[in-house]
T-cell receptor, first 116, second 111 residues
Framework: EAGVVQSPRYKIIEKKQPVAFWCNPI?????LYWYLQNLGQGPELLIR????????DSQLPKDRFSAERLKGVDSTLKIQPAELGDSAVYLC??????????????FGPGTRLTVL | TQLLEQSPQFLSIQEGENLTVYCNSS?????LQWYRQEPGEGPVLLVT?????EVKKLKRLTFQFGDARKDSSLHITAAQPGDTGLYLC???????????FGRGTSLIVHP
């Protein structure tokens, strides 16, 4: 069974440019998460989807970040415009959604963003 | 302020040594999870502890959940170079469904 797929793996852009990350979760997983991970830190939740509905997005900086999961399967996270401080690894994870507090989250390899 | 405090932040040891890393909070968690993350990869779940006082073993790794469900520990016996990685604890406090991660313990095991 394929794991969580993310692309691109690496992205280098100049500040003020837009950037988008794509995530394809494990087949059948209803819950999808986007995390930001800074160097030397643990992942921080940006947004959580149950199917196509964003149920936790309080940590998403909505002035420049947006996300969508239109058909409840794959998802896109966008930053426009990017700032230097956005340089980080963006992780996507999915889970079955059967038991929110103990669900196993399966993580993708992440997209490493560098903003110059 | 981190909801989950992990210690130590860094650990560099020789192969064969034992070690313990800690995950502490002032909040009660319905469950805590431990992950290991290798460079360039996403975290991989090692174990979920649910019951206060619970002990789970995974080969040379022993996980314990505190009686009050506010803390957890991970003990590795006879560490091997393959244990090298970032160990993260995570959980959703109280009735929240928002998962929170600690900053992690970066472990290096030298051959």
């Amino acid at each position: 069974e394929a794991g969580v797929v993310q692309s691109p793996r690496y992205k280098i852009i100049e500040k003020k440019q837009p950037v988008a990350f794509w995530c394809n979760p494990i087949s059948g997983h209803n819950t999808l998460y986007w995390y930001l991970q800074n160097l030397g830190q643990g992942p921080e939740l940006l947004i959580r989807y149950e199917n196509e509905e964003a149920v936790d997005d309080s940590q998403l900086p909505k002035d420049r970040f947006s996300a969508e999961r239109l058909k409840g399967v794959d998802s896109t996270l966008k930053i426009q415009p990017a700032e230097l401080g956005d340089s980080a690894v963006y992780l996507c994870a999915s889970s079955s959604g059967l038991a929110a507090s103990t669900d196993t989250q399966y993580f993708g390899p992440g997209t490493r963003l560098t903003v110059l | 302020t981190q909801l989950l405090e992990q210690s130590p932040q860094f650990l560099s040891i020789q192969e064969g040594e034992n070690l313990t890393v800690y995950c502490n909070s002032s909040s009660v968690f319905s469950s805590l999870q431990w992950y290991r993350q290798e460079p360039g990869e996403g975290p991989v779940l090692l174990v979920t502890v649910v019951t206060g006082g619970e002990v789970k073993k995974l080969k040379r790794l022993t996980f314990q959940f505190g009686d009050a469900r506010k803390d957890s520990s991970l003990h590795i016996t006879a560490a091997q170079p393959g244990d090298t990685g970032l160990y993260l604890c995570a959980g959703a406090p109280g009735g929240s469904y928002i998962p929170t991660f600690g900053r992690g313990t970066s472990l290096i095991v030298h051959p």
